[in-house]
């Protein structure tokens, strides 16, 4: 008997179903500039003129094993968002404007509808970025992935006039550190999180627990906050100096990367809300603090570094708030 491609574990006009429909959800993120449409071999953007020496930015990350709570709600739209924010928000702390962004869906097999549901939730991510998906790839996979299971990467490219990329060499002493609230735990420190509510808490996806008004697996499918229009309309009016995405490393790890030689971050606990599942954790799990620093953003998704003068103003157009500010130091984090 012949064997088909199909028969092995690929089923092609599966595949093309997938390319019918991002087509048009492609295209409700298209912005000035996309050349082309979905279906190409390549994705074609053209950067406009607004640039004296425009300098590409890009980027790129996954979800990490937040999929596995999609996998047991069965709920595939919110991790399409979480796949976008991990690399524009990446791309926003040089200071680049997101442009587009490509993405990678590597499955046991393709079902459709499973597909689209992820791709509505990247282009929903495109939209709050303000860039445009112009492309991507579906692999089957069934001899790698088990049924039902799929991972994502995703892929941003972003640009900056040279003399305005932000890296943090104007960093001094006194400056002050603008925390931007997170939305929950982003997409980082889900080995961590699922072993305690799944393993040692013996919880389910749908169990409720006290504190949380949700069940414990929406409170987990949280979409990560997507930072880089409120980012750019700050650089826009302020003079940010380093920006930090926080994500796996917590704030030490993070807003230690753009921090210049003898200088140190000095955040202040208390001047900032933790949003209740990062207590629930904490209780469940019996974790003590630094490890729960180092595994999660512990309710600040982004830091700003701005001169003290002009904190106020950053904090207000960010909606944050500030949360501490730079000493002298070894380069290294310091949470009292």
């Known amino acids: ?4 491609y199909k028969d092995s574990g690929v089923d092609i006009d599966a595949g093309y179903e997938v390319v019918r429909r991002v087509k048009k959800l492609a295209k409700s993120t298209f912005i000035k500039g996309v050349l082309g449409e979905i279906g190409l071999f390549g994705g074609c953007f053209e950067i406009g003129k607004g640039y004296k020496n ?8 996954g979800v990490g094993t937040k999929i596995k709570i999609a996998f047991d709600m069965n709920r595939h739209d919110t991790v399409g968002i979480d796949l976008v924010a991990m690399n524009a928000d990446d791309v926003v702390c ?4 997101p442009l587009f962004f490509l993405d990678y869906i590597a499955c046991n097999r393709i079902e459709p509808d499973i597909i689209e549901k992820l791709l509505e939730g990247m282009t929903e991510g495109c939209r709050q970025a303000g860039c445009a998906l112009i492309g991507g790839e579906t692999a089957e996979m069934s001899d790698l992935y088990g049924k039902g299971e799929y991972d994502l990467a995703g892929f941003a490219v972003g640009v900056v006039d040279k003399k305005n990329i932000i890296n943090g060499s104007t960093v001094k002493i006194g400056d002050a550190l603008i925390g931007l609230p997170s939305s929950g735990l982003h997409s980082n420190g889900y080995t961590l999180a699922r072993k305690v509510v799944f393993d040692v808490a013996g919880l389910k996806a749908d169990s409720k627990v006290e504190g949380l008004s949700r069940s414990i697996g929406e409170e987990l499918l949280t979409p990560t906050k997507i930072y880089s229009k409120t980012i750019l309309k700050v650089i826009d009016k302020v003079n940010v100096k380093a920006i930090a995405h926080i994500t796996g490393g917590g704030l030490p790890e993070n807003v230690a990367r753009v921090l210049p030689k003898g200088s140190k971050a000095v955040f ?7 949003p209740s599942i990062f207590r629930v954790l904490k209780k469940l799990g019996g974790i003590e603090d630094a490890e729960m620093f180092k595994a999660f953003n512990m ?7 701005v001169d003290k003068k002009d904190a106020a103003r950053a904090s ?3 909606g944050g708030t500030v949360i501490g500010g730079i000493a002298k130091g070894a380069q290294e984090v310091e949470i009292v």
């Open 1 to 4: 008997m012949a064997i088909s």
């Open 316 to 318: 207000r157009l960010a």
């Open 268 to 274: 202040k606990r208390s001047s900032w809300d933790t």
């Open 299 to 305: 309710g600040i998704g982004m830091v700003m570094v």
């Open 94 to 97: 040089l200071g680049a404007k």
């Open 54 to 61: 425009p300098v590409l930015v890009s980027g790129t990350d």
